[in-house]
């Protein structure tokens, strides 16, 4: 059942070759294996394959190539499956992987259902878990792990970045529109608490199933609730089709309401296209245009790719590459031995600069407020943001003693 799951990418794995070895090549270090093992799980098939999918293995493989494509001597693999949403698939296939494929570290793993169910896994495995793609704050909170990650974004940062700044914008009343699984509610929560704490309070919300196919029921009700701003607690297909069915009904056209989707990625607004997300606020950890490094970076990845970088895949790079260097630091890919390693060490790459790593395994970095640009002032294809504020870390993420993390001792 489980290898009937598996792309045929996945099952053949592709092996990341050589043809030159860098520095860590010639370092011997002690490995559990003959190699090391990199896990790429993800949506690959729907409505969060644009914003990981296969731009995060390109980006895993961008970091291996950094390091000659072996480690400690040994090469390293990238290896693909799809959990099709679903936490039981999701937790299998990593079991799977740990126990019978040898893999060393898994990435990425978008939907924060699968994503709590995976860090079970690897909780109980000792295996590195590096986490760009799922949401929930709970995954560095109730629900760490001495060997989880949690990268790019939470539903913490999202929420002091667009909520915080829609209710300084006069948008004081709100009601919510969200995903009906772990992610909506913890992103809900966490941006009900902050609009409060800005003064702002919340009039009611509706819980929407996993890629609905038709809102026009909750966006009636959100409506007829009178709220200024309506939240979209909701991420990829789900928020296109959302926005665009709010376009279509002219729901925000009179000016008296505004909607504010608080998990956007730059391949919704590419679907969506600048006509419709005009003007739309947003909270992201990365963006391709943000500076010259950032624009080096991603112009090798669109080469690659053909799109420009999300911040999952950005993320996915950076974690990775993080990964690796304390692998070779550490001289073994044992992962509880790497994961006292990687928040030892600061990250320092095209994603952020000075990262630090808690205890609970949040990575602490700037986030950036933006406005999706008017087509008037886009400049040509992808340049869709302009940043207005940079938050910084310390802001932007629950400290340790918040998270309600309790590791072990």
């Not at 992987?97 to 079970?120: F, H, K, T, Y």
């Not at 808690?358 to 407020?369: E, F, K, S, V």
Request: overall charge neutral.
């Amino acid at each position: 059942m489980i290898a009937r799951l598996l792309t045929g990418a996945a099952m053949t794995a592709l092996a990341i070759g050589s043809l030159t070895a860098g520095p860590a090549a010639a370092q011997q270090g002690k490995l559990t294996g003959d190699m090391v093992k990199i896990g790429v799980l993800n949506d690959r098939s729907g409505l969060y394959a644009d914003l990981g999918g296969e731009g995060s293995v390109i980006a895993a493989r961008m970091a291996a190539e950094e390091f000659g494509n072996k480690i400690l001597g040994k090469p390293i693999e990238v290896i693909t499956a799809d959990h099709q949403n679903k936490p039981d698939i999701g937790s299998n296939l990593a079991r799977q992987w740990i126990d019978r494929d040898g893999v060393d570290v898994i990435v990425d793993v978008p939907n924060s259902g699968v994503a709590l169910a995976v860090q079970e896994v690897t909780k109980e495995k000792k295996t590195i878990f590096l986490m760009e793609g799922p949401a929930t704050s709970r995954l560095t909170g109730d629900a760490c792990s001495p060997t989880g990650f949690h990268w790019a974004y939470d539903t913490h940062a999202l929420a002091v970045g667009t909520g915080q700044a829609m209710v300084k914008e006069g948008g004081d009343s709100w009601f919510f529109i969200t995903a009906d699984y772990a992610f909506g509610h913890q992103l809900e929560a966490d941006t009900s608490a902050e609009v409060k704490k800005a003064g702002g309070k919340v009039v009611g919300s509706v819980k929407a199933p996993l890629n609905t196919a038709d809102f026009s029921s909750f966006l009636l009700q959100a409506q007829s609730s009178g709220a200024k701003i309506i939240g979209l607690a909701n991420a990829g297909g789900d928020t296109i089709t959302s926005i665009k069915q709010a376009s279509e009904f002219g729901l925000t056209q009179s000016g008296q309401q505004k909607l504010a989707g608080l998990l956007i990625f730059l391949s919704d607004v590419h679907a969506l296209g600048l006509p419709v997300a005009q003007d739309l606020m947003l909270t992201t950890g990365f963006y391709w245009d943000r500076d010259d490094e950032t624009r080096a970076w991603s112009k090798k990845f669109f080469d690659r790719f053909g799109k420009m970088p999300t911040m999952v895949q950005a993320g996915s790079y950076s974690a990775v590459r993080h990964y690796l260097k304390a692998v070779e630091a550490a001289g073994t890919d044992d992962g509880p031995t790497v994961a006292a390693k990687m928040k030892e060490m600061p990250v320092n790459d095209m994603f952020t600069k000075s990262g630090t790593i808690l205890p609970n395994g949040r990575m602490i970095h700037d986030m950036y407020l933006a406005r999706v640009k008017k087509p008037s002032e886009s400049k040509g294809p992808w340049d869709y943001y302009e940043l207005l504020r940079t938050i910084p870390g310390k802001e932007a993420f629950a400290s340790f003693e918040e998270s309600g993390c309790k590791l072990p001792k």
